[in-house]
């Protein structure tokens, strides 16, 4: 389910050559100014790849993809349970979660955790626990932070529970659940020993108990570290042909391809990349949709919709122009602050446009 080496080869039109130096040129200068180490990064429609490109690394080397867990591993997994059945998107957080109680918590449905609306805060205050029974312990008895429903606020917490309870409906990990609807080894919660070399190392943050030594192949968000590397926000790991891969694949189903792989009907990924309803959101369910203020730049179509990921990561498609966007990079292993990686993927878009 991989990119097609055969396909990075075609040539394309002039001006394609001419829009890719450009972002090669803003890639340069962001690893020059010490934004990351490494970066790769690749282009295609949803007949192929137009363009990858790696900078101080190969092709093949493999990125903790941090939130790009979101809509690529977790919500590929509610959207399978919701096309047999088996989870319904109003489902009540309350037949799930036994400690998930009280007036203000009561009508918060699998939709409010895919839309960040939940009323859940970001972060837990404290250290992370250790183990899901204490992580669910936590966010259930927490004070909510808004109304559910009445804003958007990004929250990994709201991820984790869903985590919990796509493994609890599917009866396997997260890890046994998504490696069976997406079998590449590209793209996977579980790194063999041997591969984990061929990772692009990160560095712990300051309040990080592993902080003080290199981490190549294991992941950097702490939450997803204490529950074994494998969350519901964080956790999987993947080159950029895979994700390019998996990026071809939704890019089909949503501009009407009705013989992509399950849960990817066009019916079903189009109803979760449309923009919610929670008033001053631009999430979508799994995913974020373009404001011109976001990471995807201001020349995307209205109908583009990606996501980003801590590490340096991020993914936008924009089926109007037939176009995926992959960049990958390891700005936690070097100087990138959350501001400079917003500022290179906001370059590296617009001067795609032309693509």
Same mark, same amino acid.
């Given at each position: 389910m991989g990119s097609v080496v055969g396909?990075?080869? @075609? /040539?394309? /039109?002039?001006?394609?050559? *001419?829009?890719?130096?450009?972002?090669? @040129?803003?890639? $340069?200068e962001a690893r020059q100014a010490g934004v990351f180490p490494v970066a790769v990064a690749e282009v295609g429609s949803s007949g192929g790849v137009l363009w990858q490109e790696a900078l101080g690394t190969t092709g093949g080397t493999i990125f903790d993809l941090a939130s790009l =867990?979101?809509? *690529?591993?977790? =919500? +590929? *997994?509610?959207?399978?349970? !919701?096309?047999?059945?088996?989870?319904?998107l109003d489902d009540l957080l309350t037949g799930s979660f036994p400690e998930w109680q009280g007036r203000d918590r009561e009508p918060v449905t &699998?939709? $409010?955790?895919?839309?960040?609306?939940?009323?859940?805060?970001?972060?837990? &205050? $404290?250290?992370p626990p250790q183990g899901r029974?204490?992580?669910?312990?936590?966010?259930? &008895?927490? @004070?909510?932070?808004? /109304?559910?429903? =009445?804003?958007? !606020?990004?929250?990994?917490?709201?991820?984790?529970?869903?985590?919990f309870l796509a493994e609890d409906r599917d009866g396997r990990s997260l890890a046994n659940g998504f490696a069976a609807l997406w079998p590449d080894p590209?793209?996977?919660?579980d790194l063999p020993p041997a591969r984990r070399q061929a990772a692009a190392p990160t560095v712990p943050m300051d309040d990080d108990p592993r902080r003080g030594r290199t981490l190549m192949g294991e992941v950097h968000d702490d939450y997803a570290a204490a529950l074994g590397g494998?969350?519901?926000?964080?956790?999987?790991?993947g080159t950029a042909?895979?994700?390019?891969?998996?990026?071809? &694949? !939704?890019?089909?189903?949503?501009?009407? $391809? +009705?013989?992509?792989v399950p849960p990817f009907s066009p019916e079903l990924t189009r109803q979760f990349v449309a923009r919610s309803a929670v008033p001053g959101s631009s999430r979508a369910l799994g995913w974020d949709t373009m404001l011109p203020t976001s990471s995807c730049g201001e020349r995307m179509s209205a109908a583009a919709f990606g996501h980003v990921g801590f590490t340096g990561t991020s993914l936008w498609i924009d089926p109007a122009r037939d176009r995926y966007f992959v960049l990958l990079t390891n700005r936690v292993a070097g100087h990138g602050t959350v501001d400079a990686i917003r500022d290179v993927r906001r370059r590296f878009h617009d001067v795609l446009a032309p693509v």
């Open positions: 396909e990075r080869r @075609r /040539p394309g /039109p002039l001006g394609v050559t *001419i829009a890719h130096a450009a972002a090669r @040129r803003v890639l $340069d =867990t979101k809509p *690529i591993a977790t =919500t +590929t *997994i509610v959207m399978s349970l !919701v096309a047999n059945g088996r989870l319904s &699998v939709r $409010d955790l895919l839309e960040h609306a939940s009323g859940l805060a970001a972060r837990l &205050v $404290d250290r029974r204490e992580f669910e312990h936590e966010i259930c &008895v927490m @004070r909510l932070e808004y /109304p559910p429903r =009445t804003r958007s !606020v990004y929250s990994d917490l709201g991820f984790l529970l869903l985590g590209d793209l996977t919660f494998i969350a519901g926000h964080a956790g999987l790991f042909g895979a994700v390019g891969g998996f990026a071809r &694949v !939704v890019l089909r189903s949503v501009r009407g $391809d +009705t013989g992509t």
